[in-house]
């Protein structure tokens, strides 16, 4: 059974920072590329950063690009998203998802979430 579990978000101040993991499961990580995705209220679904199941390549929304890096750890088969300089636009429902190589912008897998609030 594969399973995507996000941790790290909270509550934080402009200006501040927060480091998401995205432990998974049940799959071959090194297979996978990564993404993290957010949602905030009222809004659509959006892209935030991916990275090649290689980690050779890495991508970013030009919302967040200078300020927020992704990152793998094929050790622990984590994924990891260090967002610095937050403003309160990033507050959102923050989701990790995992995709077959070779497949690029196709997600199979989803985690549940986890909540990112930036006051300001």
């Known amino acids: 059974q594969v399973q995507l579990v996000e941790s790290g978000g909270g509550w934080v101040q402009a200006g501040g920072s927060l480091r998401l993991s995205c432990a998974t499961s049940?799959?071959?990580?090194?297979?996978?590329?990564m993404g993290w995705f957010r949602q905030a209220p009222g809004k659509e679904r959006e892209f935030v950063s991916g990275?090649?199941?290689?980690?050779?390549?890495?991508t970013y929304a030009d919302s967040v690009k200078g300020r927020f890096t992704i990152s793998r750890d094929y050790a622990k088969n984590t994924v990891y998203l260090q967002m610095n300089s937050l403003k309160p636009d990033d507050t959102a429902v923050y989701y990790c998802?995992?995709?077959?190589?070779?497949?690029?912008?196709?997600?199979?897998?989803w985690g549940r979430g986890t909540q990112v609030t930036v006051s300001s």
């Open positions: 049940g799959l071959t990580f090194s297979l996978y590329d």
């Open positions: 998802a995992a995709g077959l190589r070779g497949r690029p912008g196709e997600y199979n897998y």
């Open positions: 990275i090649t199941w290689s980690g050779a390549r890495t």
